[in-house]
């Protein structure tokens, strides 16, 4: 089997250590041994399930209202495929910027980080004191406020008739058969907050509909099911009523 496109903008190719008895392991056969299960679990997250938040991450006014917003806790997907673990809430402060008389449109992102921790001795290092590596690498985040500009939508405007002459399983095959897109490292937008001149955020300044979101399997048999329950008179959405009601 020879390729037959010198483009390379499918999936990513994964190799794996090849462990056999007297061999000599190195740092780089276990890092490269984490590489490849982290990386395959990654790719399959992203493609199989999406990009987006996965449950919680509000964004809402402070109590009472003020110049803070707060993100609650919560579990996101970013565009590589790896969650971010929000665990409790964080409240963001929104600075004036010197500009009195205007509103402000901002992004509320999330962005994936980690953190070295547990430094220890290195033992071929002739000073145990200086000669120090993290042990231990702690998966975090960071949230931050961006221009609202610099970051477009990932979200997909639901088409007009969502059955075509088609059916709809159709349409999702053709959805489903376009070429793999490629990661990139964009942070996830959670919110767009609109920051007034003066006075409080509230709950009228926060958009949290402008995130995207992975579509969890009671996600879409919610939406199977309210397609079913606004077209009750055909048949083959009873038939998917059915389909629904055994899940």
């Known amino acids: 089997m020879t390729e037959t496109d010198a483009r390379h903008d499918g999936p990513e190719a994964f190799e794996r250590v090849n462990f056999f008895s007297g061999m000599m392991l190195t740092s780089e056969d276990l890092r490269c041994e984490q590489a490849y299960h982290r990386g395959k679990h990654a790719a399959f997250v992203r493609a199989a399930h999406g990009v987006g938040t996965v449950c919680g991450l509000a ?14 806790s919560g579990l996101a997907v970013d565009r590589l495929g790896r969650e971010i673990v929000v665990p409790s809430s964080q409240t ?26 547990d430094p220890v ?14 042990s231990r690498i702690r998966e975090s985040f960071e949230l931050f406020l961006t221009d609202v500009r610099g970051l477009a939508p990932a979200r997909r405007r639901p088409p ?3 059955v075509g ?7 999702l095959v053709r959805r489903a058969i376009e070429p793999c897109s490629r990661a990139s490292e964009r942070e996830l937008l959670l919110a767009a907050v609109t920051v007034p001149a003066s006075g409080s955020i509230t709950s009228q300044h926060i ?21 079913d329950r606004r077209r009750p008179s055909s048949s083959r959405w009873s038939r998917l009523r059915g389909v629904v009601g055994r899940r």
Not at 59 to 72: A, F, K, N, S, W
Not at 207 to 227: G, M, Y
């Open 121 to 134: 001795p290195v033992p071929a290092a002739p000073d145990a004191h200086e000669g120090m590596e993290p």
């Open 92 to 117: 963001l402060a929104v600075d004036d910027d010197g500009r009195p008389g205007d509103d402000r449109r901002l992004a509320v992102a999330l962005r994936y980080a980690e953190v070295s921790i």
């Open 207 to 227: 958009d949290n509909t402008v995130r995207p979101i992975v579509l969890t399997d009671d996600l879409v048999v919610s939406l199977l099911a309210e397609l």
């Open 160 to 162: 007009d008739r969502l």
């Open 165 to 171: 002459r088609e059916g709809l399983h159709s349409q």
């Open 59 to 72: 964004v809402r006014p402070t109590d009472p209202p003020g110049r803070e917003i707060v993100v609650d």
